[in-house]
């Protein structure tokens, strides 16, 4: 069983910065692929960013690239996710999620075994 949980979440104005983070316990860290989510009031959730499990691969959706940085630390179990110029758009739960995976590089974001409970990020106007 693997253990993830999220912080870092609050309320910032728009145009601010924030930064998550995504503890992970229970099994080796370094044997995961690792993923931001989000979900906005009335929406699925949706893709924000993933990490391979070397962590020489990443992926955004289009609506953060730019602006948001995946990265982890395996010293210390734990991905970040790095928020810049951030707008009332990207208001919503951020969920961390970790896929357990023999491929070093792959992106892939599909079919993610754990889950955190999420954070809460909301940006004013």
């Known amino acids: 069983q693997v253990q993830l949980v999220e912080s870092g979440g609050g309320l910032v104005q728009a145009g601010g910065s924030l930064r998550l983070s995504c503890a992970a316990s229970?099994?080796?860290?370094?044997?995961?692929?690792m993923g931001w989510f989000r979900q906005a009031p009335g929406k699925e959730r949706e893709i924000v960013a993933v990490?391979?499990?070397?962590?020489?691969?990443?992926y955004y959706a289009d609506s953060v690239k730019g602006r948001f940085t995946i990265s982890r630390e395996n010293a210390k179990n734990t991905v970040y996710l790095k928020m810049n110029t951030l707008n009332p758009e990207d208001t919503a739960v951020y969920y961390c999620a970790a896929k357990i995976t023999n491929l070093s590089d792959s992106i892939n974001y599909n079919g993610m075994d754990y889950w955190g409970k999420g954070t809460l990020v909301t940006v004013s106007a």
């Open positions: 229970g099994r080796t860290y370094n044997t995961y692929r």
């Open positions: 990490i391979s499990r070397s962590g020489g691969n990443t």
